[in-house]
């Protein structure tokens, strides 16, 4: 069993920057980042795939997704924040290969997730 905590969300205003963290124990394989603002669903941000990284569109340049095995942990540095960006942040990882962002269903573990809320 993988257990996922986040953590590093806050209220910022717009243009500012955080760093999301997701500790994870246990092999976490393959990892993401999803969001989900109130009354849409839930989307994908970025994804580590064995060294390979990937993003929505509406992120890239702005977004970067890191790992690291001591701690074991996942990151997302996000920087010029929009307030469109403002949601509940989830970090997810399954032990084998995963497509791509665009199927939550795919990963088996999940975060509880942490708030980000950005203010213009």
């Known amino acids: 069993q993988v257990q996922l905590v986040e953590s590093g969300g806050d209220s910022v205003q717009a243009g500012g920057s955080l760093r999301l963290t997701c500790s994870a124990s246990?092999?976490?394989?393959?990892m993401a980042w999803f969001r989900q603002a109130p009354g849409r669903e839930r989307e994908g941000v970025a994804l580590?795939?064995?060294?390979?990284?990937s993003y929505a569109d509406f992120v890239k340049g702005r977004f970067t997704i890191s790992k690291e095995r001591a701690p074991n942990a996942l990151y997302l540095q996000m920087f010029n924040l929009k307030p469109d960006d403002t949601a509940m942040y989830y970090c997810?990882?399954?032990?084998?290969?995963?497509?791509?962002?665009?199927?939550?269903?795919?990963?088996?573990?999940w975060g509880r997730g942490t708030q980000v809320t950005v203010s213009s």
């Open positions: 997810a990882a399954n032990p084998w290969p995963v497509a791509g962002l665009n199927n939550p269903d795919a990963f088996k573990y």
């Open positions: 580590w795939s064995s060294g390979t990284t």
């Open positions: 246990g092999y976490a394989g393959y």
